[in-house]
């Protein structure tokens, strides 16, 4: 069974660009969650999918990130325009429906200069 | 509100050594408590949970974890450290609501292992 991949592993843009991440999580887990890492800080939430649909964004810095998933597959998480604050690593993660373990994904190393 | 503390942000062992990684963590309710590592290059992978019961808890890779409550915490140890075991390692704890769990982090702790 393929666990949760993320592209690309690593982006380097420059401020005021935008990029899109992706994740597929592992197939017939319906939540899906995105974390992010900045500069050796706690990995913090950002929000959480059930199937298509938005649970909680309330760890969404800003909007200038926007997140989709499309049919309940893959997810993305859109950053427009990117500043230097938002450089770090992004985590996915999923579950299955009613189950608490999370699997990572591999992480986006993103730098913005 | 919910957190959870790793002191230590360092630790260095020797090969061969025993290993106590510290967890601490706030929260209301019986907690979800999950620990995870992340090697060089690699995503957050599962060492173990305690969700509920014997608060001893088995994991992968020879790594075990004790849940007291009376301390809130929630310690990882292995009795003997292998240079594979150099990484960073992460606790957390669930933040249970409507039925999902959002996870809050402690700030890691890197542990590096001499030969």
């Known amino acids: 069974e393929a666990g949760v991949t993320q592209f690309p592993s690593h982006s380097v843009i420059e401020k005021g660009q935008t990029v899109t991440l992706r994740c597929d999580p592992i197939?017939?887990?319906?939540?899906l969650y995105w974390y992010r890492r900045v500069m050796g800080k706690e990995i913090k939430f950002l929000l959480h999918?059930?199937?298509?649909?938005?649970?909680?964004e309330s760890g969404m810095p800003n909007n200038r990130f926007l997140a989709e998933r499309t049919g309940g597959t893959y997810s993305t998480l859109k950053v427009q325009p990117a500043e230097l604050e938002d450089s770090g690593v992004y985590f996915c993660?999923?579950?299955?429906?009613?189950?608490?373990?999370?699997?990572f994904g591999p992480g986006t190393r993103l730098t913005v200069t | 509100a919910q957190s959870v503390t790793q002191p230590d942000i360092h630790i260095t062992v020797s090969e061969g050594a025993s290993l106590e990684l510290r967890c601490n963590y706030s929260?209301?309710?019986?907690?979800?408590l999950f620990w995870y590592v992340q090697s060089p290059g690699q995503g957050l992978q599962l060492l173990l949970k305690?969700?509920?019961?014997?608060?001893l808890v088995q994991g992968i890779k020879g790594f075990e974890a004790e849940f007291k409550r009376s301390q809130s915490s929630f310690n990882l140890r292995k009795p003997s450290v292998h240079w594979s075991d150099a990484a960073e390692y992460f606790c957390?704890?669930?933040?249970?609501?409507?039925?999902?769990?959002?996870?809050?982090f402690g700030a890691g702790t890197r542990l590096a292992v001499h030969p």
């Open positions: 197939s017939g887990h319906d939540n």
């Open positions: 999918f059930v199937k298509e649909s938005k649970q909680d």
């Open positions: 993660a999923s579950s299955q429906p009613y189950h608490y373990e999370q699997y």
């Open positions: 929260y209301g309710a019986t907690p979800y």
């Open positions: 305690y969700f509920s019961g014997d608060t």
């Open positions: 957390a704890v669930g933040s249970r609501s409507g039925g999902y769990n959002k996870l809050i």
